[in-house]
């Protein structure tokens, strides 16, 4: 059963907090503060991740791919049909195609990303008519907070 949407709103906010919980995990490896969760169709959280490419030295350990191995290490499925990805930006092209094939269904993001976003900024690979699965995406959540995050770290590490 579909939510109003006053009451959808509410939940992507407070799922929204959770990923920006992650997001502040990254502060002391200097990532990008980008955080993700999974969250199935109960509303439980079943993965969570947040940016770890310089923690780790590795070009692949984006907020959204950890989330979602998290999420698939969990349930024991690669397919996370049932399931809602929340994350703080936009992702990328490689986050994009990564949520497509973990057959994630709705994604929810905060700031949208014009530089490289790619679920319907620069490119909208989750709603490619070509690909054999679709997304549902809610832009803006809570962006102001994720835009902010961002910024401020930016700022911060021009200095």
């Not at 199935?40 to 991740?49: A, E, F, L, P, T």
């Not at 703080?88 to 905060?110: F, H, K, Q």
């Amino acid at each position: 059963m579909a939510l109003p949407p006053t009451a959808r709103s509410i939940q992507h906010e407070r799922w929204m907090g959770l990923a920006l919980l992650e997001a502040q995990h990254t502060a002391a490896s200097g990532d990008v503060p980008i955080g993700a969760v999974v969250v199935n169709s109960r509303g439980d959280v079943v993965g969570r991740g947040y940016n770890r490419r310089e923690a780790c030295g590795d070009p692949i350990a984006h907020a959204e791919v950890l989330a979602l191995r998290d999420a698939a290490a969990r349930t024991g499925s690669w397919r996370l049909d049932d399931c809602t990805l929340v994350v703080t930006l936009e992702p990328c092209a490689m986050c994009a195609g990564a949520i497509v094939l973990s057959r994630v269904p709705r994604l929810v993001l905060g700031a949208w990303d014009p530089k490289a976003g790619a679920c319907g900024s620069v490119f909208d690979v989750v709603r490619e008519p070509r690909l054999n699965h679709w997304v549902q995406v809610t832009g803006g959540v809570r962006e102001a907070e994720c835009a902010a995050l961002l910024r401020e770290f930016f700022e911060a590490h021009r200095k």
